[in-house]
């Protein structure tokens, strides 16, 4: 406590900065404990995020394999067929009709398949002539978007010749069309010849008004070389012609394990341009955004880290699947886990608080009552210092009043003791002195007086003795002179020689203490 200040003033003081501390401290918890409950809130949410990421991806994964195995199957079908014409000279229409039914049927999104053969424009007369003798007289070889109008004189011509579709169309409305007066289709057909393998061409538009896109494997001449690019060129017999409705192959691809609440995209990557978006299919009407996304290059794309973009290598191209989960896929796995624990850690921190707080005010009580009985027991102490200070000075008053009063009567004594031994003891002496002249002149004859005096001397000799002890047992001559530790000695001596008692006596001088 500092000096000058009242004690119990003090005290108060004391107590009330205890319970502001006490106050600020469970503050400083429960914000701490809030603050704690908002991290764990948010880290749940990173957890539940990942989670969903992780779900949409094995989902994402999902769906990509199973759309690579029905590209994969289409590309069996398509195969098949080229290897029918590779091991056999000619193809009849009915051989071809029987063997690709089939495989079209089998082939998922294939709705035209079509023996293209490769004709030369010196024998494009002689094809034609063969062609009417099978078809009949109005067959020709006709350019695609021109109807009835035969096709313009070209060094080579890519005509359909057997064609088989899923919905049994009139064979003759399309017997004849040149397939390589488009560009795309031209260019993906060269494609085809030069590398040996499958070529897709870009998006094109069917008759049916819905996106498509032609693949064509090459078909070569029997036992020809084809080792070079030029031996491909100079032997190449004609092409297998597949249309796939790119609706219906990814409807078909994805039918089996339809993904719900996910958006999905696929364009063209190899293809610039509007002309590179090929599919949509969206559940929450966002498609335009999703266009927009897959309009752009790849070098430009970012998709959001819910979003999944996945390419395949399609016959010479490379097209990019993008899955996108809708709000109603990530709200069914989000759950209420990360609210529920936010909840949780308020309600700990609420009744940690609340009992933080009664203990707190329970502690201010218990401190203001042992400020109350300590400011009680400090009056009670000061009480009782005040006591015991009086009985102190009245102890040192009677101790100083004993040593008085001994002083008093160590002073009588020496004074009788005196007066007992240089005035008694030398009167009686002296009396028994004169008794014993006395005695001494007195003649023989009065033997009797002489008898009575020496009575008298020897009596006045013993009372002079019995004076002397007398005073030396008041106060022994020796004690002031010699101290006590002599006169004790001394004693023990006398006693030894008058009674013949062994009296032994060790000791050492006393400590003189001073006054209180």
């Not at 009139?170 to 017997?175: P, Q, R, S």
């Not at 996910?262 to 955004?289: K, M, N």
């Not at 020689?497 to 000791?507: D, W």
Request: hydrophobic content about 40%; some cysteine; charged content about 25%.
């Amino acid at each position: 406590m500092p000096r000058g200040r009242n004690p119990s003033s003090w005290a108060v003081e004391r107590v009330l900065q205890s319970s502001r501390a006490r106050h600020a401290a469970l503050i400083a918890v429960f914000l701490l404990g809030t603050l704690l409950a908002a991290v764990l809130c948010l880290s749940e949410r990173k957890r539940s995020e990942h989670e969903i990421a992780d779900a949409f991806r094995a989902d994402a994964t999902k769906y990509h394999s199973t759309l690579r195995h029905e590209l994969d199957e289409a590309v069996n079908s398509g195969a098949s067929v080229a290897d029918l014409f590779h091991a056999l000279n000619s193809v009849g229409r009915e051989v071809f009709r029987d063997f690709v039914v089939p495989h079209l049927r089998r082939a998922p999104g294939a709705i035209f398949l079509a023996w293209v053969p490769r004709v030369r424009a010196p024998a494009r007369d002689r094809f034609e002539s063969v062609g009417q003798s099978e078809w009949g007289s109005g067959f020709s070889i006709r350019d695609v978007a021109g109807g009835e109008r035969k096709a313009d004189p070209r060094a080579e011509y890519f005509p359909v010749y057997y064609r088989e579709t899923l919905d049994r169309t009139d064979d003759l409305c399309f017997v004849g069309w040149d397939l390589g007066a488009v560009p795309a289709s031209l260019e993906a057909i060269h494609r085809a010849r030069d590398t040996g393998q499958p070529a897709m061409t870009a998006r094109v538009k069917l008759a049916t008004d819905a996106n498509g896109v032609l693949v064509y494997w090459p078909i070569y001449e029997k036992n020809a070389a084809r080792g070079t690019v030029a031996e491909r060129r100079e032997h190449l017999r004609g092409v297998i012609a597949v249309i796939f409705e790119i609706d219906r192959l990814m409807e078909y691809a994805l039918g089996p394990t339809p993904p719900r609440d996910i958006d999905v995209s696929l364009a063209d990557e190899t293809e610039p341009g509007a002309g590179r978006l090929l599919y949509v299919r969206s559940h929450s009407g966002d498609a335009p955004d999703i266009r927009r996304r897959d309009s752009e290059s790849a070098a430009e794309r970012e998709p959001p880290l819910t979003s999944a973009t996945m390419t395949l290598e399609v016959w010479g191209r490379r097209w990019a699947v993008t899955f996108m989960p809708t709000a109603d896929y990530i709200g069914a796995r989000t759950g209420m886990e990360m609210w529920l624990h936010l909840l949780l850690g308020l309600l700990v921190m609420a009744l940690v608080g609340g009992y933080l707080l009664l203990l707190v005010r329970r502690t201010d009580q218990v401190e203001r009552l042992v400020a109350s009985r300590t400011h009680e027991l400090r009056k009670a102490h000061d009480r009782l210092l005040s006591e015991v200070a009086e009985r102190t000075r009245a102890e040192a008053a009677a101790r100083r009043l004993s040593r008085e009063a001994l002083s008093i009567q160590e002073e009588e004594r020496r004074r009788l003791s005196r007066e007992l031994h240089d005035e008694a003891g030398q009167s009686l002496t002296g009396l028994g002195l004169h008794l014993s002249l006395l005695c001494a002149d007195v003649p023989q004859a009065h033997a009797p007086l002489r008898q009575r005096l020496r009575e008298a001397a020897v009596l006045a000799n013993g009372t002079a003795e019995r004076m002397r002890l007398l005073a030396r047992g008041l106060r022994p001559p020796g004690l002031d002179t010699l101290g006590l530790n002599a006169s004790l000695r001394g004693l023990c001596h006398e006693v030894r020689r008058q009674t013949g008692v062994p009296v032994e006596y060790t000791g050492t001088e006393a400590v003189v203490l001073p006054d209180a």
